[in-house]
């Protein structure tokens, strides 16, 4: 059952994303990195991962700039589709040749690998998350197997607009939570001692 309704609440979700116009992307994701940036999460870091926006998702570069500004050390995943994992590689800034995959998922071509151990803080895409930090993503569990290895030990944040926060979402055994939820309207810390 839990997976018809993730599917369902995929759909729902993807219309209201698909909704969004391009400026109100770009101010409600400044909105969004304005407020992370002022979390001790985010201050503490030296080292912070992030993803490079699919269409409709908040836009991290404003983050990515702040966090070089502030001499910390940014990676962003690279997916192996076919070994269905992901490692972290530094990106040093946004003038570096790309990498583009078939789901449109970009990476640097000169990134080097990052062990997961060193990354404080990790920003999370989702479809959608829930108020007892729950994710909804995409449906391929790279972020799940990521943040479930035991060498991580970071804060681990979802970053959404507001509306993709709902009440509660299915789950699975191996879904994991995020210790906090940033939005362009409020920050939810959902395990305050951990972050």
């Excluded at 990195?33 to 490079?52: C, E, N, S, W």
């Excluded at 197997?145 to 709902?166: H, I, K, S, T």
């Amino acid at each position: 059952m839990p997976a018809e309704r993730k599917k369902q609440m995929r759909r729902q979700l993807r219309q209201w994303l698909s909704q969004l116009d391009p400026q109100q992307v770009r101010t409600r994701s400044q909105n969004a990195a304005h407020r992370l940036i002022q979390t001790d999460a985010f201050a503490q870091a030296t080292t912070v991962m992030l993803y490079l926006p699919l269409t409709g998702e908040v836009d991290t570069r404003p983050i990515a700039l702040r966090a070089w500004q502030d001499d910390k050390t940014v990676t962003v995943p690279l997916i192996s589709h076919e070994q269905k994992h992901m490692i972290p590689v530094t990106l040093r800034s946004f003038e570096e040749p790309m990498n583009l995959d078939h789901l449109g998922v970009r990476s640097p071509r000169t990134g080097e690998p990052m062990p997961i151990s060193m990354i404080d803080l990790v920003l999370v895409p989702g479809l959608g998350f829930d108020r007892n930090g729950r994710r909804l993503g995409r449906g391929a569990g790279f972020f799940d197997r990521f943040l479930a290895r035991p060498d991580f030990g970071g804060v681990v944040c979802g970053v959404a607009f507001d509306e993709q926060v709902v009440d509660e979402l299915p789950t699975d055994v191996h879904d994991v939570s995020m210790q906090m939820i940033v939005t362009d309207r409020q920050v939810l810390w959902l395990n305050p001692e951990q972050v």
